[in-house]
């Protein structure tokens, strides 16, 4: 049976929309991580046979096709291709997904995952452009009528379902702080980090945030349970990841430091929109004949407080096992490399810690999810 193998995974740090950097150019940042990826794997860079990256926003500076931009923008060879994906906010954890199926159905043998996104340069939601049609149309009226569709209203409404308290989120988040900041501290990081504009470190972790600091915040709107504390940061990062058969590997002389044991990917109402992790992570457990119980590292994204809280309580999954580090609550959320990010993470934490099983998922716009079950080696 076909194996494909994770032999190396890189990101960057993850920048603050005001901090070191805010003034990097996006293709820049993901040739940061090939470069790095190259180096630290040592693989014949003109083997690579594709770069699939995520990416959210692909507009300005993050349009035509960025994979491609940044492979010739790290001085990598001409001869390899790159296109650019999304899925929203799984988009770099889809680029995994794509380029493992592409090492398993044997059709391809070393294929680089990667994942970026500029949020200073390219806000959220700049791909909506004004004076142009709404991605909504008359079909999609019909179905879900004019109501609105956003993650923030989606949160409020998973607050509602699962009966959750403001305070319920905030020490959700005021845990995702401490975790994060405790492992900054400790250098948990440090080898999977590629330095950038003089920023080693994770940015976006505040370890003096109090609860009573978040109870001092307005909801996003009047008698919402929602505010900016326990909601994933604007943010600026760049991730990848090499995936590569048993043959690459043999060829290559390459070190195997997971397999990636199970995938799957599954939709849900898209008017609750961030529900997507828990049906998708109950069809990769089924899938794989594991238990949740048998999972040592979990990495849910943080996108609001309320996705990961509600996916535990569904799943049964322990939450002390779930973002031991922190997560984008404290860490932040650059859309398109969040699912390279989170991987990488994941991956570092097995390798620290001598765990066997990870399982990682996130919420995605529309409505969906990917999850990912990979086994250290």
Same mark, same amino acid.
């Given at each position: ?41 040592g ?6 046979e594709?770069?699939i ?19 010739l ?7 390899v ?14 680029a ?25 340069k ?9 004076g142009?049609?709404l ?14 569709i ?11 379902k ?53 109870a001092?915040? &307005? ?6 349970a ?17 995936i ?8 290559? &002389? ?12 599954t ?51 322990s ?5 031991? &580090? ?38 995605e716009?529309?409505?969906?999810? &990917? ?7």
């Amino acid at each position: 049976m076909a194996e494909a193998y994770i032999v190396g995974a890189v990101r960057t740090p993850v920048g603050t929309k005001k901090g070191a950097l805010k003034d990097v150019h996006p293709a820049d940042l993901g040739a940061h991580v090939l470069k790095e990826l190259v180096n630290r794997t040592g693989v014949d860079p003109s083997a690579v046979e594709d770069v699939i990256m995520g990416c959210v926003m692909q507009v300005g500076p993050q349009t035509l096709d960025i994979a491609r931009t940044a492979w010739l923008s790290a001085g990598l060879p001409e001869s390899v291709p790159g296109v650019t994906i999304d899925r929203q906010c799984g988009s770099s954890q889809q680029a995994i997904h794509f380029a493992a199926q592409g090492v398993l159905s044997g059709t391809q043998d070393l294929v680089v995952a990667a994942g970026v996104e500029q949020m200073a340069k390219v806000p959220m939601g700049a791909s909506v452009v004004a004076g142009m049609d709404l991605p909504f149309g008359d079909d999609w009226i019909e179905r879900y009528g004019t109501q609105e569709i956003s993650q923030f209203r989606g949160a409020q409404l998973m607050v509602e379902k699962w009966g959750l308290t403001r305070e319920d989120l905030e020490k959700f988040a005021l845990e995702s702080h401490r975790r994060a900041a405790k492992a900054i501290e400790a250098g948990h990081f440090d080898r999977e980090i590629a330095p950038i504009a003089g920023l080693s470190k994770d940015e976006g972790a505040r370890p003096d945030t109090t609860l009573e600091k978040m109870a001092g915040l &307005n909801p996003l709107r009047e008698g919402w349970a929602i505010t900016a504390a326990v909601a994933s940061q604007i943010s600026i990062g760049s991730s990848a990841l090499l995936i590569a058969s048993e043959e690459a590997v043999k060829q290559h &002389n390459l070190t195997p430091r997971a397999r990636i044991h199970t995938l799957a990917v599954t939709g849900s109402d898209p008017v609750y929109m961030l529900t997507g992790p828990i049906p998708a992570t109950e069809k990769a457990l089924a899938k794989s004949g594991l238990s949740i119980d048998d999972i040592d590292v979990f990495e849910v994204n943080e996108a609001f407080a309320p996705v990961p809280i509600a996916w535990a309580k569904d799943t049964g999954a322990s939450l002390e096992k779930t973002n031991p &580090n922190g997560g984008a609550i404290a860490l932040g959320h650059p859309l398109g490399a969040t699912g390279g990010i989170l991987m990488t993470k994941m991956l570092h934490e097995l390798e620290r810690t001598g765990g066997r099983y990870g399982l990682q998922t996130m919420c995605e716009g529309g409505g969906q999810a &990917n999850a990912t079950i990979i086994e250290r080696i």
